[in-house]
């Protein structure tokens, strides 16, 4: 029914390749570490020899997650061409160490608002436009389409595409998806099309057994639907049980070789290997049609990695100040870039949340134990974070942190609005001009260091925002940050914001002791500033974040965990711009800034993968 399409040897008529696709969907509960595991479905693929992209359905109606509150959904995650996109596409990029397009994340609303803008230029010629097959075809073709853009930097389409269907099988929001992807198995036909479906084998507490239930039922919602797993991953506690994978089996029609299960292990990067170990690779070849890929994964990086990891347990305290503390998930790419930077220092992270605005006075009248709790562990703190954020909530209890950490000269990195902040707190208290603010939150202020910046219009809000990959040029060949970079002239990085510091104001901050040290090719917009004279102050005005990648930490957030520890001599005075190394045995971790032991290079970060606790 589903598999009836052309055969391989037929679609590959005149040796063109055809595109083979892995299907991700989720049953039972959402939560269920979906979109790490088609992420570590793709690596695993990309360890075998074969080229990898992605593609993440987003079944929500807005356009994309760039309005989207971060309380609600998690990062918006930024790319190159400055789609603001799921925080899955940051898993997908650090994972496979790949460059996204807005077009990799599709939701329903860019499908309808496709369709709706063919349907005002009269494209469909009268017809009625309905969810098939117009909705269902654009959905098809854009697969089609974004799957043959490369996204690894070399030329040609990728041999897979992994994609990733969002939400949990049954929803409303998904059925024109689910449409649209079991008609698409069809259309490019047996071999060239795998479904993996992620499940849940929740294990009773009174009699500790594995219940298979759940899954059936979902599997068996997913065939109502149009579509027949290829392959189950069953998230469980614990690895299944023989006669439990036998009863799956024949309940589910999945032979017992392709039901893998992804029991809880102590970090993400166990992930691939649990894949491996049960030889997903192998199964997935098989329905792919791939017998000549006979590679086995090589994942010797990621198992070193994973295993070191493990064991890492010399403390770093970074104390992260935000607005949305409630939810790990708003800074994932600062926690995941954290992470990178601590383990390639050989050092066990601890991230403390600090509300921001329990930091400030009005918090010790109305919340004592709030503000002393924040105090604390800003006190305790080796090193500071204040990340990207919109609006005037806790902007005091970042300024104040920012103030903290200058005096006591504690290493500080402020990211976007971070940044913003340093310079609002040094003017205040360095230049003494006490009004001085963000034209963001003080529209009338006399002292306006950061102001509304457009790069087009400046009377429309709308689409002012500066957004995806700008160049900075680095201004002083003894800063730190050009250092913690490799001592490159430039570096490309990711943006979104609105405002930034006046270039009126800049003079007046320098002479202050403020050193403005990467800008861009104007000379206008300031994108990082420094305290030359503090162990580590920096901030910039992009996002460092979201480039991150397993075994290529961040240069300043490296910069920032080093110093946090008391190692930045050790990691300026070498080239930062090589691959960064660890010693398993946490004693030097930076020699001479080369791999004394190739094995030890460290990629991606760490998190438990149960519960989506950070481990
Ligand atoms: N709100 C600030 C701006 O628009 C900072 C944005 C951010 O931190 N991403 O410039």
């Given at each position: 029914m589903l598999l009836m399409g052309p055969t391989d040897t037929e679609t590959e008529v005149g040796n063109m390749?055809?595109?083979?696709?892995?299907?991700?969907?989720?049953?039972?509960?959402?939560?269920?570490?979906?979109?790490v595991t088609a992420s570590s479905i793709g690596l695993l693929l990309k360890a075998c020899g074969l080229r990898v992209t992605c593609i993440k359905i987003d079944p929500y109606l807005n356009n994309d997650a760039g309005t989207m509150s971060p309380f609600e959904h998690g990062?918006?995650?930024?790319?190159?061409?400055?789609?603001?996109?799921?925080?899955?596409?940051?898993?997908?990029?650090?994972f496979l160490d790949v460059k996204l397009t807005r077009d990799?994340?599709?939701?329903?609303?860019?499908?309808?608002?496709?369709?709706?803008?063919?349907?005002?230029k009269g494209d469909y010629l009268g017809k009625t436009v309905q969810v098939v097959p117009h909705i269902t075809d654009a959905i098809q073709e854009w697969i089609e389409r974004v799957a043959m853009i490369p996204v690894d930097g070399k030329e040609g389409p990728a041999d897979v595409c992994v994609i990733e269907l969002g939400g949990t099988i049954g929803d409303i929001e998904s059925m024109p998806f689910i449409e649209a992807l079991g008609q698409f198995s069809c259309r490019v036909g047996a071999g060239n099309f795998c479904l993996i479906h992620v499940s849940l084998v929740p294990v009773l507490n009174v009699v500790g057994e594995q219940k298979t239930k759940p899954t059936q039922h979902s599997v068996r919602g997913l065939r109502g639907l149009g579509l027949a797993p290829n392959i189950l991953a069953c998230r469980s506690t614990t690895a299944l049980d023989d006669n439990v994978k036998e009863k799956l089996s024949q309940f589910c029609n999945v032979s017992a070789e392709h039901i893998i299960t992804l029991y809880d292990v102590p970090n993400i990067w166990h992930i691939p290997l649990l894949l491996r170990d049960q030889k997903a690779h192998e199964a997935i070849f098989k329905v792919l049609n791939l017998p000549?890929?006979?590679?086995?994964?090589?994942?010797?990086e990621w198992t070193t990695r994973a295993e070191i990891c493990d064991k890492l347990h010399e403390p770093v305290r970074i104390c992260i100040v935000g607005k949305y503390t409630g939810l790990s998930d708003t800074y994932l790419s600062i926690l995941k870039a954290l992470l990178h930077a601590s383990v390639a220092c050989g050092k066990k992270l601890f991230v403390d949340w600090v509300p921001a605005s329990d930091l400030e006075d009005m918090a010790e009248k109305e919340n004592p134990d709030a503000y002393k709790a924040a105090w604390k562990l800003l006190k305790s703190a080796d090193g500071v974070v204040v990340p990207g954020g919109f609006g005037d909530r806790g902007v005091q209890g970042k300024i104040l942190a920012a103030k903290h950490a200058r005096e006591n000269r504690i290493p500080y990195l402020g990211i976007c609005l971070g940044m913003q902040i340093a310079v609002i707190e040094f003017a205040r208290s360095v230049l003494g001009l006490k009004d001085a603010n963000s034209t963001e939150f003080d529209p009338n202020t006399r002292s306006p260091c950061v102001i509304f910046m457009p790069e087009g219009s400046k009377t429309h809000m709308g689409g002012t925002m500066r957004l995806g990959s700008r160049r900075t040029y680095f201004q002083a060949p003894d800063s730190k940050s050009v250092k913690l970079y490799g001592n490159r002239s430039f570096i490309?990085?990711?943006?979104?914001?609105?405002?930034?510091?006046?270039?009126?104001?800049?003079?007046?901050?320098?002479?202050?002791?403020?050193?403005?040290?990467?800008?861009?090719?104007?000379?206008?917009?300031?994108?990082?500033v420094e305290l030359p004279d503090h162990p580590y102050y920096i901030g910039v005005q992009f996002h460092p974040e979201f480039k991150s990648r397993p075994g290529k930490p961040c240069a300043l957030f490296l910069g920032l965990i080093a110093a946090a520890c008391g190692e930045l001599d050790g990691v300026l005075g070498e080239k930062v711009e090589c691959e960064i190394v660890?010693?398993?045995?946490?004693?030097?971790?930076?020699?001479?800034?080369?791999?004394?032991k190739p094995e030890n290079i460290i990629r991606d970060s760490v998190y438990s993968y149960c519960n989506g606790v950070h481990s």
């Amino acid at each position: 029914m589903l598999l009836m399409g052309p055969t391989d040897t037929e679609t590959e008529v005149g040796n063109m390749k055809k595109m083979k696709y892995v299907l991700v969907t989720g049953g039972v509960v959402s939560g269920l570490g979906k979109g790490v595991t088609a992420s570590s479905i793709g690596l695993l693929l990309k360890a075998c020899g074969l080229r990898v992209t992605c593609i993440k359905i987003d079944p929500y109606l807005n356009n994309d997650a760039g309005t989207m509150s971060p309380f609600e959904h998690g990062e918006v995650f930024v790319l190159d061409d400055g789609g603001e996109v799921d925080l899955d596409l940051g898993n997908y990029e650090r994972f496979l160490d790949v460059k996204l397009t807005r077009d990799n994340n599709i939701t329903t609303g860019k499908i309808y608002q496709f369709v709706l803008d063919k349907e005002r230029k009269g494209d469909y010629l009268g017809k009625t436009v309905q969810v098939v097959p117009h909705i269902t075809d654009a959905i098809q073709e854009w697969i089609e389409r974004v799957a043959m853009i490369p996204v690894d930097g070399k030329e040609g389409p990728a041999d897979v595409c992994v994609i990733e269907l969002g939400g949990t099988i049954g929803d409303i929001e998904s059925m024109p998806f689910i449409e649209a992807l079991g008609q698409f198995s069809c259309r490019v036909g047996a071999g060239n099309f795998c479904l993996i479906h992620v499940s849940l084998v929740p294990v009773l507490n009174v009699v500790g057994e594995q219940k298979t239930k759940p899954t059936q039922h979902s599997v068996r919602g997913l065939r109502g639907l149009g579509l027949a797993p290829n392959i189950l991953a069953c998230r469980s506690t614990t690895a299944l049980d023989d006669n439990v994978k036998e009863k799956l089996s024949q309940f589910c029609n999945v032979s017992a070789e392709h039901i893998i299960t992804l029991y809880d292990v102590p970090n993400i990067w166990h992930i691939p290997l649990l894949l491996r170990d049960q030889k997903a690779h192998e199964a997935i070849f098989k329905v792919l049609n791939l017998p000549s890929v006979t590679k086995e994964p090589s994942l010797k990086e990621w198992t070193t990695r994973a295993e070191i990891c493990d064991k890492l347990h010399e403390p770093v305290r970074i104390c992260i100040v935000g607005k949305y503390t409630g939810l790990s998930d708003t800074y994932l790419s600062i926690l995941k870039a954290l992470l990178h930077a601590s383990v390639a220092c050989g050092k066990k992270l601890f991230v403390d949340w600090v509300p921001a605005s329990d930091l400030e006075d009005m918090a010790e009248k109305e919340n004592p134990d709030a503000y002393k709790a924040a105090w604390k562990l800003l006190k305790s703190a080796d090193g500071v974070v204040v990340p990207g954020g919109f609006g005037d909530r806790g902007v005091q209890g970042k300024i104040l942190a920012a103030k903290h950490a200058r005096e006591n000269r504690i290493p500080y990195l402020g990211i976007c609005l971070g940044m913003q902040i340093a310079v609002i707190e040094f003017a205040r208290s360095v230049l003494g001009l006490k009004d001085a603010n963000s034209t963001e939150f003080d529209p009338n202020t006399r002292s306006p260091c950061v102001i509304f910046m457009p790069e087009g219009s400046k009377t429309h809000m709308g689409g002012t925002m500066r957004l995806g990959s700008r160049r900075t040029y680095f201004q002083a060949p003894d800063s730190k940050s050009v250092k913690l970079y490799g001592n490159r002239s430039f570096i490309d990085e990711r943006h979104r914001h609105r405002f930034e510091v006046n270039p009126d104001m800049v003079a007046q901050l320098e002479n202050g002791g403020l050193s403005f040290t990467g800008k861009d090719e104007t000379g206008q917009r300031m994108e990082i500033v420094e305290l030359p004279d503090h162990p580590y102050y920096i901030g910039v005005q992009f996002h460092p974040e979201f480039k991150s990648r397993p075994g290529k930490p961040c240069a300043l957030f490296l910069g920032l965990i080093a110093a946090a520890c008391g190692e930045l001599d050790g990691v300026l005075g070498e080239k930062v711009e090589c691959e960064i190394v660890n010693c398993p045995s946490n004693k030097k971790v930076y020699q001479n800034g080369f791999a004394t032991k190739p094995e030890n290079i460290i990629r991606d970060s760490v998190y438990s993968y149960c519960n989506g606790v950070h481990s």
